[in-house]
């Protein structure tokens, strides 16, 4: 056990005395959250929308008034028909067409509900949720105004149309994508380097000829890099709820857990690579072209893996990111509990031990 | 040995802030003369060497190689001299020819020349069956050898070694020196440096840096007269023993 | 029983279509408490056969024993008594002198003051730079951390690959005091070495080259073996005088030696004309002159 924290101790040296591994670990992922949090939140100031006001009476006008007025949009032109729709957004003039029906204040004032149209261009899916979103808190806002002295609740029904990428992906995609992405950075390629690089160095040598077990060797490697990834995890969490005001709806322990398992998983993955690179340029590379990339391209984080002709599907399925990707999204934004997600879990329970397995395998208790 | 100097320095220094790791030096190399540069582990020969060779520039004082001027002729020098090194000298995973066309087409020499001298040369080396043989795979003798070839392909005027013969057999080492001697006959200076003591005695002139200073100059046989020594190792270790730096 | 044995161990690298072969049918033995040398050049096959001993490789052929355990069974008790330093000084450089000591100490499941009597000579001579990053330390410095760091654990046979190699011949020197003081602890110490002037200082040597033991014996037992003349010659122009001595009748090998020529008489002559204005004098054989008559003999 002594051996142990000695060990553990000294790879905590290793990484607080270098300033680049430093940057790494803790600075990045904040940098991160915070480059795609602000990108995201800055591109919906002042949107331009369009209108096909088909209604043409007081409440179309104030409605429209109301959405002019708001600080996400800015009324770009009135349109005169459907058709004018699709040509505007092909032209670019436009990110949200608001389409309003005929007799729109007589169906509020008699029937006390009314439907609205909302049109975003999804093909920027983000983007496209976060206008609907507003689009329709502003309307609810209309609604909540224009319902305050009247007895019977007014109800306007927003129906929603996302050109070009119906299914569409939530707005707060890059908080559970960037989590991936630093977890993975973090565990599969550090991890990777250090080994490689006490190989480099000749030390390998020595503790190999030491009574150290090998399976020592590994696990003290790898858990200065799981606590301080669980110290990442809780300052993007932190990030997204307090900065970026992204909530958690599920269970925080059930998310926690969640994390650390798709840590280990990077963890094991970082050792397989370790075991089979000779040098730090090979480690990082295994872990930047194999691991990183896969990971942006197949998670789901930057394009979404429904709309993938299906071999790419099918590979998707080997990216431990989208796994954990799937879990972080629906525990944190849908809230949902570990029965709606055990069977990602179990698919990265198993990768982790199929890693470990085979790293434990591939790790020489000698040099050749 | 003409009395031609093609290297002479005056009072030579290279500070890095408060440390002096070269303390004002001053010598002259005449042309065709074998100089060895001895001096103990952190003595700063190798920080001398790089002020010469134009990587490095001097703090204060004087230095000329091959006429020109290292403060303010660097790049002129380059193309003058060779260079070899224990570490660094060929590309492992080029062909034994491909490394010499890359260091001949450094230099700006014609493919007519390079083709002709390669030719030359892999004779000479009796490398003619292993032309095309990855560096890698040759013997580390070989390849000591191979590199000093290549480091004075160009015909300069001076060649800087920097330990070219460390680990090398006894057999391999004296045929390193044997081309020494050639380089020599031809008019090529060469400036080595080295730990192999008997090989200070094969240097037609030897300096012994001690704390970035010179403590010593002159042939070998002088030298062990001048300090009662048996053999070149001797006078090394009276002078490096006095180092009160060397191991800090 | 001897600390170390070796029996006919084999070792190639590569593929089928270029096989080296790093150590051909090797064998030899060390006794307790024996300095004993492996001394050839660069590619002699010096660090396969210490990655074999240690148990870091494993030969193709051939089985050894150190310290009553076999290599390849018993692994793992040989790794917890010997002391191993590789080539390379292996410290890590982010790490100051006490705290790769302290590390190297702990996972051999020791402490550093339970073997301090050990390593106190040389420790003491880098302490007063114990805070000072491995990385910042003079070749000759590293030296002697690395050999407290491979001592710390008190191993019964210590293996040295080259450890003397990069290192000035003022701390070469000290080194080798270093190891006299260890082999008085009883200590079996096996040494690589490219520097054939260090044999003398070793009980017994192994001269190894292209993964062939040429000779085992005492380094006196070597050089008397030698069996021919040996004159050292020098002139004004040691060039020409080189090729004039080859040239002569009844010589063997004339080649440079410090700051004379040696040339070798072949078997039965004893003496031969010098060329004019030449200084001679017959001398004894050193390691250098033996290992140059083998290497040339084999090949």
Redesign the interface.
Known sequence: M??FI??IR?EF??IF??RKTMLILLVMPIVQIVIFGFALTNEVKNSKFSVLDNAHDAASAALIQQLDASQYFELQSNLHSYNDISEAFKKGTIKLAVVIPEHFSDDLEHQNKAQVQLVADASDPNVANTLVNYAGAVILDYQDRITQDKKLPYTINTEIRMLYNPQLKGAYNFVPGVMAMVLLLVCTMMTAITIVKEKE???M????????KPLLIIIAKAIPYLLLSIVNIISILLLSVFVLDVPINGSIVLLMSESILFTIVSLSLGLLISTGASSQQTAMFISLVGMFLPTVMFSGFMFPVENMPKPLQIISNIVPAKWYYIIVRSVMIKGVGIEAVWKETLVLFGMMLFFLGMAFKQFK???? | MGNEKVITAEQLTKRFGDFVAVDAISFEVSKGEIFGFLGANGAGKTTAMRMLCGLSLPTSGKATVAGFDVFKQNESIKKKIGYMSQKFSLYEDLTVKENIRFYGGIYGKSDSFIKEKTEKLLQQLHLTNEANALVRSLPLGWKQKLAFSVAIFHEPDIVFLDEPTGGVDPVTRREFWNMIYEASARGITVFVTTHYLDEAEYCNRVSIMVDGKIEALDTPAKLKEQYHAESMDEVFLQLARKATRSDG | MPAVTVDHITKTYGTKKSIVTALDDVSFHVEQGELFGIIGPDGAGKTSLFRILTTLLLADKGNAVVDGNDVVKDYRSIRNKVGYMPGKFSLYPDLSIEENLAFFATIFNTTVSENYHLIKDIYEQIAPFKDRRAGKLSGGMKQKLALCCALIHKPTVLFLDEPTTGVDAVSRKEFWIMLKGLKQQGITILVSTPYMDEASRCDRVALIQGGKILQINTPEGITQQFGRKLFAVKSANMLDLLHQLKSINGVQDAYPFGEFHHVVLKEGVDNITMPPNTVSKEVKPDIEDCFIALMKNNG
């Open positions: 002594k051996q000695s060990f000294k040296y290793h005395r270098d160095m000749g030390t040598e020595i503790m190999l000829v030491s009574p150290l208790i000698r040099l050749a």
